[in-house]
C-alpha cells in the first residue's frame, strides 16, 4: 500500500509546483530611471544645449503613484545667465494598450522651481502651473529580457506600485 500512496503523494506535490517561474516582476527605482532615460535619449538629444539628467523616481505606495523630479539647466538664460528648471510629475502607473509598456495616467504637476530668473520675469505665471492636469505620458517600455526566462515567454498582466518598485504581474503566453 505505501508503494501505491508514496507516488501518489510526489505527483500531487509536484503538481502544484510552478515550472514557470516568477508571477511578478520588480523593477526599483534605479532601473526605471535608467530605462526612462534610455527611452527619451532621441528626444533629449534634440535640445542639445540643455543640461539634463535622469528623473528621480520616488515611490508612493499608499497612493498608487509614482513621483518623478527632473532638473534642467538651460546654459543661456535670459541676460546670458543660466537658468535650472526642476518640474515634479506624478502619475498612477498602467500597463500600455499593447501590454508591452508603462504609462502614467492621471499625470498632475506636483511643483515646479526655477533657479536663476528673476522673480518678476514670468515667475507667477509659471508657479500658477502646480497642480495642473497633463494627458497620459508613455513612461517605459517593459524588459524584454525580463519577459523571458528559461525559454518560457510571458506577458504583462497588471501594474502596482510597491515599496520596493513598481509590480508588474505577468503569467506565461
Keep these: 500500500m505505501r508503494r501505491f500512496v508514496a507516488p501518489i503523494i510526489v505527483a500531487l506535490l509536484s503538481a502544484c509546483a510552478t515550472v514557470h517561474g516568477p508571477q511578478t516582476i520588480t523593477l526599483p527605482t534605479a532601473e526605471i530611471e535608467q530605462r526612462i532615460q534610455a527611452d ?3 528626444v533629449v538629444e534634440m535640445f542639445k544645449d540643455v543640461d539634463t539628467r535622469r528623473p528621480d523616481v520616488s515611490l508612493m505606495p499608499a497612493s498608487r503613484r509614482l513621483l518623478l523630479e527632473w532638473n534642467f539647466r538651460l546654459p543661456d538664460g535670459p541676460g546670458g545667465s543660466p537658468v535650472g528648471i526642476a518640474v515634479e510629475l506624478s502619475g498612477k502607473p498602467v500597463l500600455n494598450a499593447a501590454r508591452n509598456g508603462i504609462d502614467l ?3 498632475r504637476i506636483e511643483d515646479l522651481r526655477l533657479a536663476g530668473l ?3 520675469l ?15 505620458l508613455p513612461l ?7 519577459l523571458r526566462q528559461s525559454g518560457v515567454a510571458y506577458e504583462a498582466t497588471g501594474v502596482s506600485v510597491g515599496y520596493t518598485g513598481l509590480k508588474i504581474d505577468i503569467l506565461p503566453r
Excluded: H, M, N, W
Aim: no cysteine; charged share 25%.
Design 40 to 42: 527619451l535619449g532621441g
Design 118 to 120: 528673476l522673480r518678476f
Design 140 to 146: 517605459i517600455a517593459l524588459p524584454a529580457e525580463r
Design 105 to 107: 495616467t492621471e499625470v
Design 122 to 136: 514670468s515667475l507667477p505665471r509659471l508657479v500658477g502651473q502646480k497642480g495642473v492636469t497633463l494627458p497620459d
